[in-house]
């Protein structure tokens, strides 16, 4: 479905408006069912589609707070699973929560938990309740509900706080999905009534439903009639593929408000990106530009570069000559070869900053295409782009 034109604002400028004491979405214009608009919290604005860089412990590794913010980013994501385990939520609180705690005094989104305790095979065991796993760290025995993942998120001082929900891996039988999400949508109404009322913080539901539309259907249904400040599409990027992702969101996305920002959880790979945007998503996350930093990939305009190949030991010129972020304005393939080659810790600062960079720097030019009306052309040349490939030195 196309939704119709609405108020256009200058070419991804911020906007002027005071501060607010509340959390409001502002959808500034849209591109087919690509969307742009600005998220209003207490601690700053969030321009969409807006990419989350990943904290898990309460940092993006290999990078200072403020180079994070430096690349473009609006808002991190913190992981609820690893900072209840350590330090603690109840530590992170007593030290002044979370943003003082890691320097970050932007917006921080926290997941649940959920996908990551889900992620315990064999560590875990599901009931109505909730979850009672083993700590992957030392064997501790810990019990999380949709009730302690509130409360955990509250410590933490969380400005969008995550539902707790379920995540099946894909492949599965309908009936194991259907379950999962009807038993995540009996946690959602738990997370609503556990979370209450908390201005300028944001409660996020998460649909789920794998690959049926009807499912899905069901499922933002349920959430709508429980009221949430925003909407997840929960469920994806869990091996299902591409194609299977992108046939998800062809629906998924206009099944809620449209006053609503839009979340994917766990994407994703720059064509995702793309995919998901034009597919009317406002909001991803993903750890892969900081993990891929870190092991010699590097995203640029012209595809994935493996910095650790032979070639470029000799090669003078920046990673992407279209690029300003500190690696390629001021270092050559040559050097961050070597430095990788060498094991040193400045190969991922370099690498995952410039990674960074570049999904910051696509947010920015999908919010002006989409602003101006040319999202498709956008899209056309980002594809002609990364066909031609890595172009060898001479």
């Not at 539902?163 to 738990?190: G, N, V, Y």
Request: hydrophobic share 40%; glycine share 10%; with cysteine.
């Amino acid at each position: 479905m196309t939704e119709g034109r609405v108020l256009r604002v200058p070419r991804d400028g911020r906007i002027a408006r005071p501060m607010t004491d509340r959390f409001s979405f502002d959808l500034q214009a849209t591109d087919g069912t690509a969307r742009t608009g600005v998220i209003h919290t207490p601690r700053g604005d969030i321009r969409t589609p807006a990419f989350m860089p990943v904290g898990t412990a309460a940092t993006v590794k290999a990078m200072l707070p403020e180079s994070v913010a430096a690349t473009g980013a609006d808002i991190l994501l913190g992981n609820t699973y690893h900072l209840m385990l350590r330090p603690t939520a109840e530590r992170i609180a007593k030290l002044g929560g979370l943003h003082d705690f890691m320097n970050w005094q932007k917006p921080i989104l926290t997941d649940s938990g959920g996908f990551q305790v889900m992620s315990l095979a064999g560590l875990r065991k599901l009931t109505e309740e909730g979850v009672k796993f083993s700590s992957h760290i030392d064997g501790s025995k810990h019990m999380l509900t949709p009730e302690r993942s509130m409360e955990i998120q509250r410590l933490l001082g969380s400005d969008i706080v995550m539902c707790f929900d379920e995540c099946p891996a894909l492949p599965a039988d309908r009936t194991r999905i259907e379950d999962s999400m009807r038993l995540s949508m009996r946690w959602a109404q738990r997370s609503r009534d556990a979370f209450g009322d908390r201005p300028g913080h944001a409660l996020f539901g998460i649909q789920q439903g794998g690959l049926e539309d009807d499912l899905r259907a069901e499922s933002a249904e349920a959430l709508i009639k429980i009221g949430f400040d925003g909407y997840a599409v929960g469920g994806l990027a869990v091996g299902e593929g591409q194609e299977a992702m992108f046939g998800v969101l062809d629906t998924a996305p206009s099944m809620f408000p449209a006053d609503k920002p839009r979340y994917l959880m766990g994407v994703g790979k720059p064509d995702d990106i793309v995919g998901a945007v034009k597919r009317g998503i406002d909001m991803m996350d993903c750890v892969l530009p900081s993990r891929s930093g870190r092991t010699g990939q590097v995203f640029t305009r012209r595809g994935v570069v493996n910095i650790k190949n032979a070639r470029h030991a000799d090669d003078p010129r920046p990673l992407d000559e279209a690029c300003t972020c500190p690696a390629c304005a001021n270092y050559s393939r040559a050097y961050l070869h070597h430095v990788f080659r060498s094991g040193e810790m400045i190969s991922g600062m370099l690498l995952t900053w410039h990674n960074l960079h570049y999904f910051q720097q696509l947010m920015s030019e999908m919010r002006g295409a989409i602003a101006d009306g040319r999202f498709e052309a956008f899209e056309t040349e980002f594809h002609a782009e990364r066909a031609q490939g890595d172009i060898p030195a001479v």
